[in-house]
Nanobody, 122 residues
Framework: QLQASGGGLVQAGGSLRLSCVASGRTFNNAGMGWFRQGSGKEREFVAAISGGGRNVLYADSVKGRFTISRDNAKNTVYLQMNSLKPEDTADYYC?????????????????WGQGTLVTVSS
């Protein structure tokens, strides 16, 4: 129901835009989040946006570099990633919460998409 795409190989300092398209049901009122998991690491929060898009939340490690947004008409959430660093290399997952509420805690997200791999070379 959640399809993430847009990953790829990029050099340090480059940019990528990830997309997460919902199908089968609408998530227009749901809080949406992006998480990532690097090789051998635990999954970590990246960014989230509330159902109406008014509230956003970022991990400290990506603040000022990543921007989350949503287009409810397209049932899509985006993650614009600029100034990428090798430590950003990971599988990136999008997730939807049950309500419009957002948090860094992954327990509030009940729908998960498959990952899209981002690799940043130095």
């Amino acid at each position: 129901q959640l399809q993430a795409s847009g990953g790829g190989l990029v050099q340090a300092g480059g940019s990528l835009r990830l997309s997460c398209v919902a199908s089968g049901r609408t998530f227009n009122n749901a809080g949406m989040g992006w998480f990532r998991q690097g090789s051998g690491k635990e999954r970590e929060f990246v960014a989230a946006i509330s159902g109406g898009g008014r509230n956003v939340l970022y991990a400290d490690s990506v603040k000022g570099r990543f921007t989350i947004s949503r287009d409810n008409a397209k049932n899509t959430v985006y993650l614009q990633m600029n100034s990428l660093k090798p430590e950003d290399t990971a599988d990136y997952y999008c997730a939807a919460a049950r309500t419009s509420y957002i948090a860094a805690n992954d327990r509030i997200y009940i729908y998960w998409g498959q990952g899209t791999l981002v690799t940043v070379s130095s």
